[in-house]
Antibody, heavy 120, light 107 residues
Framework: QLQLQESGPGLVKPSETLSLTCTVS??????????WGWIRQPPGKGLEWIGS???????FYNPSLKSRVTISVDTSKSQFSLKVSSVTAADTAVYYC????????????WGQGTLVTVSS | DIQMTQSPSSVSASVGDRVTITCRAS??????LAWYQQKSGKAPKRLIY???SLQSGVPARFSGSGSGTDFTLTISSLQPEDFATYYC?????????FGPGTKVDIK
């Protein structure tokens, strides 16, 4: 059974960089059929797609965040990562990593999510 | 960006009721749509993909229909475990966008 697990600091100071890692187990991150994505959800609000990456390193970003976001992949560790720079309180959210396939482009496996709070 | 809207924003229903949730896209997305269920404090769970295909393991009381701009999620007989928030997501083009959610709670 595929599992995804987010890890990283739960508290980040304003203007600093938020960094999270998603570890994939029970399946191959290098499968040609899937992309790996990040989605976030501010407390009490809806879902926002941040971006996705293919095992080769090809990326797609949400234009609303593109200038501040970097997603990378390390296939040797079965991990992919998210960095969001210059964070503000508006970046406070539960961050999810998830898998989506390259045929129907929707998210079939999700991590449990991790709350990141931006505060001094 | 493609904007997704959902109606109603919330619905109160009883066990056994038929519940219908509507999702509308700001432009045509063919059948590139998924529905997710999210329970409090949990990650979303995909119920339907490609507008009408049932995710493996999801009860058959869930069904999806529609194409183009208008889509529907139907729960044929609401069960206690179905009380949750439901989101649609378009997968027609980047950036992927989600609807604002429909909360189904107990009447």
């Amino acid at each position: 059974q595929l599992q995804l697990q987010e890890s990283g600091p739960g508290l980040v100071k304003p203007s600093e960089t938020l960094s999270l890692t998603c570890t994939v187990s029970g399946g191959s991150i290098s499968s040609s059929s899937y992309y790996w994505g990040w989605i976030r959800q501010p407390p009490g609000k809806g879902l926002e797609w941040i971006g996705s990456i293919y095992y080769s390193g090809s990326t797609f970003y949400n234009p609303s965040l593109k200038s501040r976001v970097t997603i990378s992949v390390d296939t040797s560790k079965s991990q992919f990562s998210l960095k969001v720079s210059s964070v503000t309180a508006a970046d406070t959210a539960v961050y999810y990593c998830a898998r989506h396939d390259s045929s129907v482009w929707t998210f079939d496996y999700w991590g449990q999510g991790t709350l990141v709070t931006v505060s001094s | 960006d493609i904007q997704m809207t959902q109606s109603p924003s919330s619905v109160s229903a009883s066990v056994g009721d038929r519940v219908t949730i509507t999702c509308r896209a700001s432009q045509g997305i063919s059948s590139w749509l998924a529905w997710y269920q999210q329970k409090s404090g949990k990650a979303p769970k995909r119920l339907i993909y490609a507008a009408s295909s049932l995710q493996s393991g999801v009860p058959a009381r869930f069904s999806g229909s529609g194409s183009g701009t208008d889509f529907t999620l139907t729960i044929s007989s609401l069960q206690p475990e179905d009380f949750a928030t439901y989101y649609c997501q378009q997968a027609n083009s980047f950036p992927f966008t989600f609807g604002p959610g429909t909360k189904v709670d107990i009447k």
